[in-house]
C-alpha cells in the first residue's frame, strides 16, 4: 500500500469483540419495502403520464427535427420513462456481485452462477415475474414492455449477452437489478468481449437510479479496465455508491489499511470533490469470518438496505430531473446544429467550410454560449461531437425553428416544474398561501425580513426534506452537482439561481445542508411565483434559530 493511502480518515471502527453468529437475515429490503413508506406506481401514476405527455409532444419533435439521437441517446419510450428504478452492480470479477444480488433477493434468480471463477458472463436485468423463467437479450431488446428496446444498438454480439431473468420477489416489486459480468483484468477483459463493455456500462449507468461499484477487501484490486469502466460512469456520479464486500474476510486493522488503499485510488479515478458513500459489510448469508467489526458491518449494511429501500420513492423525482436535463441538452444540440447549418455557404467551398467548422467546434460552441446564454454544463463534448458530425453534411442540417425552441422553453420553465409541485408529499410552501389565494404572502413587506416569506419557521419542508434526501452524501451534505438538477427543475432562470445559491449556502463552504437546501428551494419558489424580489443579503429570519 502507498503512503499516502494511510493518511486518509479511516471509518470508525469498534474495538470491542462481537460474536460471530450472525442470523441470516430474512428478505432484507422486504420489510422495509411494504412497511417503510415505498410508494407504489399508482401514487405517481399521473405525473409519469404527464412526462410522458411532455416528452412526447414538447421535446420529442426537436429530437427528431435535429437528430438527437445519432449524437447523444436514443428517443425515450413509454417503457423507459415507466421504468422501475434501476440498481447497477459493477465490480471486478469474483467480487461477489452475484452473491450480493441473490442476498437481497433471499433467492436465486434463474440463470444465477456463483463461483470463485469469473462466472456471470452477462448483463443480466432480474425483474419481478410471477414465473420465474429468461428472456433472452434478442426477445428483450424488442419488447416494448420493456425499457431496454434502445439497446439494440449494441448489436446482436451483445444482446447474446443480454437477458432478463423474471424471479418472483416483494423486493423487485419496485426495483430492477443490472448483474454485470465481472471487470477482468489485461487483454482478457478486451479481447475476451465481443462488443463494446464500456459503452454498454455507460448505457445501463444513464438509466440507472444508483450504481453500486462492489469491491473484495480480501483481494482489492482496481485494474486499468476498472478504471475504463469506472470513467463510463461519468455525469452520473451522484448515484455511484461504493461497497467493499467480504470485508469480514480480514482483520478490523486490516480493513482499516484497505478502506484507506480504496479510498485513495478512489480519489484518483472518480475525480469528484466529493467522496462516495462506502458501505462496508459482508453481503451474504454466511456467518462472519472475523467479528471484531460486527457491528459497524451490521450498521452498514442497515444504511446500504435503507439506501436501497429509498429508491422507488425518490426515483420519480430523479426521473423528472432526468429528462429536464435531457431537454436542457437537446435544447442546445438543436442550437448548435442549426447554427452549423447557417454557417454553410449557399454554393461554393461546403466542404472547406464544413472541415473548418468541424475543426474549430469549440469555439464556435462557445458563440452559442454567450449569444444564448446556455451553460457549459450542457454542451456535449467536442470530440465526440467532432467525430459524429463528420458522418453528415452540415447543409442538410434542419434550420432553426424558433417556434419549437420556445415550446421547450416553456416545457421548462412551466411544464415541468408543474409536475414537480405534483409530486404527492410537496407542500404548499407557506402555510399563509391558504389564506388569501389572490395576495402573495407577506406582500406588504418583502424585504424587511419581519414577514412571513422570510421566516424560516414558515417554510413547510416536507417535500424539500424527501428531495434532499435523494442527493444528500454520508455527511448529510449535497454538492453542487448533486443540487444543480433539482435547483434547475424549479424553471428559475440560470442567473437567479447563481443569487439563490449564493444565499442559501451561507456557510460558504460550496455545499448545502438540509436547512440550506430548504431555503434555497423555498427562494426559488419565491422567485418562479414572483411573490418577491430576492434579497441581496439573506435575512437573519431565514436561518433556523438553533443555527444562530
Ligand atoms: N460476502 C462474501 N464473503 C466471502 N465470500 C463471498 C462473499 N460473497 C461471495 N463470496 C464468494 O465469492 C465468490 C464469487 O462470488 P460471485 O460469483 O457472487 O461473484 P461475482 O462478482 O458475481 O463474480 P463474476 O464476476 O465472476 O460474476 C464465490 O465463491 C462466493 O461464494
Same mark, same amino acid.
Given at each position: 500500500m502507498s503512503e499516502s493511502a494511510r493518511s486518509v480518515a479511516p471509518p470508525p471502527l469498534p474495538t470491542r469483540s462481537i460474536t460471530p453468529a450472525r442470523?441470516?437475515?430474512? @428478505?432484507?429490503?422486504?420489510?422495509?419495502?411494504?412497511?417503510?413508506?415505498?410508494?407504489?406506481?399508482?401514487?405517481?401514476?399521473?405525473?409519469?403520464?404527464?412526462?410522458? &405527455?411532455?416528452y412526447k409532444n414538447k421535446i420529442k419533435p426537436m429530437e427528431q427535427t435535429y437528430s438527437f439521437e445519432q449524437f447523444h441517446s436514443p428517443y425515450l419510450?413509454?417503457?423507459?420513462?415507466?421504468?422501475?428504478?434501476?440498481?447497477?452492480?459493477?465490480?471486478?470479477?469474483?467480487?461477489?456481485?452475484? %452473491?450480493?444480488? $441473490? &442476498?437481497?433477493?433471499?433467492?436465486e434468480y434463474p440463470g444465477l452462477h456463483i463461483g470463485p471463477e469469473p462466472t456471470t458472463d452477462r448483463f443480466v436485468a432480474v425483474m419481478?415475474?410471477?414465473?420465474? !423463467? +429468461?428472456?433472452?437479450?434478442?426477445?428483450?431488446?424488442?419488447?416494448?414492455?420493456? *425499457?431496454? @428496446?434502445?439497446? #439494440?444498438?449494441?448489436?446482436? #454480439?451483445?444482446?447474446?449477452?443480454? #437477458?432478463?431473468?423474471?424471479?418472483?420477489?416483494?423486493?423487485?416489486? /419496485?426495483?430492477?437489478?443490472?448483474?454485470?459480468?465481472? =471487470?477482468?483484468?489485461?487483454?482478457? #477483459?478486451?479481447?475476451? !468481449?465481443?462488443?463494446?463493455? %464500456?459503452?454498454?456500462?455507460?448505457?445501463?449507468?444513464?438509466?440507472?437510479?444508483? =450504481?453500486?461499484?462492489?469491491?473484495?477487501? &480480501? $483481494?482489492?484490486? +482496481?485494474?486499468?479496465?476498472?478504471?475504463?469502466?469506472? /470513467?463510463?460512469?461519468?455525469?452520473?456520479?451522484e448515484k455511484i455508491r461504493v461497497v467493499l464486500n467480504k470485508a469480514d474476510m480480514v482483520t478490523g486493522q486490516q480493513l482499516l489499511r484497505v478502506?484507506?488503499?480504496?479510498?485513495?485510488?478512489?480519489g484518483k479515478i472518480l475525480k469528484t470533490p466529493e467522496v462516495s458513500r462506502v458501505y462496508i459489510g459482508s453481503f451474504w448469508d454466511q456467518p462472519l469470518n472475523h467479528a471484531d467489526c460486527a457491528t459497524l458491518l451490521a450498521a452498514e449494511q442497515r444504511d446500504l438496505l435503507a439506501d436501497l429501500r429509498a429508491l422507488p420513492r425518490n426515483?420519480?423525482?430523479? $426521473?423528472?430531473?432526468?429528462?429536464?436535463?435531457?431537454? !436542457?441538452?437537446? $435544447?442546445?444540440?438543436?442550437? +448548435? =446544429?442549426?447554427h452549423l447549418r447557417k454557417e454553410m455557404p449557399g454554393f461554393f467551398g461546403k466542404k472547406d467550410k464544413q472541415d473548418d467548422l468541424i475543426t474549430n467546434l469549440e469555439a464556435e460552441f462557445m458563440k452559442l454560449e454567450r449569444l444564448h446564454g446556455l451553460v457549459p454544463g450542457d454542451f456535449p463534448d467536442p470530440d465526440r461531437f467532432r467525430e459524429t458530425l463528420a458522418m453528415f453534411k452540415l447543409e442538410k442540417f434542419a434550420k432553426l425553428d424558433k417556434k419549437m425552441i420556445d415550446i421547450v422553453d416553456q416545457a421548462l420553465s412551466v411544464d415541468f416544474p408543474k409536475l414537480m409541485q405534483e409530486y *404527492?408529499?410537496?407542500?404548499? @410552501?407557506i402555510a399563509a398561501m391558504e389564506r388569501n389565494p389572490f395576495e402573495a404572502p407577506g406582500a406588504a413587506n418583502t424585504s424587511g425580513g419581519g414577514d412571513e416569506l422570510w421566516r424560516y419557521e414558515?417554510?413547510?419542508?416536507?417535500?424539500?426534506?424527501?428531495?434532499? !434526501? %435523494?442527493?444528500?452524501?454520508?455527511?448529510?451534505?449535497?454538492?453542487?452537482?448533486?443540487?444543480? *438538477? +433539482?435547483?434547475?427543475? @424549479?424553471?428559475?432562470?440560470t442567473n437567479v439561481l447563481a443569487k439563490v445559491w449564493r444565499l442559501a449556502d451561507w456557510t460558504k463552504d460550496g455545499y448545502l445542508d438540509l436547512d440550506e437546501f430548504v431555503v434555497a428551494m423555498h427562494l426559488c419558489n419565491v422567485a418562479k411565483k414572483g411573490w418577491a424580489e430576492l434579497p441581496d443579503v439573506l435575512p437573519q429570519t431565514l436561518i433556523p434559530q438553533r443555527k444562530c
Open positions: 442470523a441470516k437475515s430474512a @428478505t432484507p429490503l422486504t420489510s422495509g419495502s411494504k412497511g417503510g413508506g415505498v410508494s407504489g406506481k399508482a401514487e405517481f401514476a399521473d405525473i409519469l403520464e404527464g412526462l410522458k &405527455h411532455i419510450t413509454d417503457a423507459d420513462i415507466d421504468a422501475k428504478p434501476m440498481v447497477l452492480i459493477i465490480g471486478g470479477y469474483s467480487t461477489g456481485k452475484s %452473491t450480493f444480488v $441473490k &442476498h437481497l433477493l433471499d433467492k419481478n415475474g410471477a414465473e420465474e !423463467r +429468461i428472456i433472452p437479450g434478442n426477445a428483450a431488446a424488442v419488447s416494448a414492455e420493456m *425499457p431496454f @428496446t434502445s439497446i #439494440q444498438r449494441f448489436g446482436s #454480439q451483445f444482446l447474446q449477452k443480454f #437477458q432478463v431473468s423474471f424471479v418472483n420477489s416483494p423486493v423487485l416489486e /419496485n426495483l430492477i437489478i443490472i448483474d454485470t459480468p465481472g =471487470i477482468l483484468s489485461g487483454e482478457k #477483459q478486451r479481447i475476451g !468481449r465481443s462488443y463494446d463493455f %464500456t459503452s454498454v456500462v455507460e448505457w445501463f449507468a444513464g438509466r440507472a437510479d444508483l =450504481i453500486l461499484l462492489l469491491f473484495d477487501a &480480501h $483481494k482489492l484490486d +482496481i485494474s486499468d479496465e476498472f478504471k475504463n469502466a469506472i /470513467n463510463a460512469l461519468k455525469g452520473n456520479d478502506y484507506g488503499a480504496l479510498m485513495w485510488s478512489l426515483a420519480i423525482v430523479r $426521473k423528472i430531473n432526468e429528462i429536464v436535463k435531457r431537454t !436542457r441538452m437537446a $435544447k442546445v444540440h438543436a442550437l +448548435i =446544429i442549426s *404527492p408529499t410537496a407542500q404548499p @410552501t414558515q417554510i413547510s419542508r416536507k417535500g424539500y426534506v424527501d428531495q434532499f !434526501r %435523494t442527493i444528500a452524501g454520508v455527511d448529510g451534505k449535497a454538492s453542487g452537482a448533486a443540487c444543480k *438538477p +433539482i435547483l434547475e427543475s @424549479t424553471g428559475v432562470e
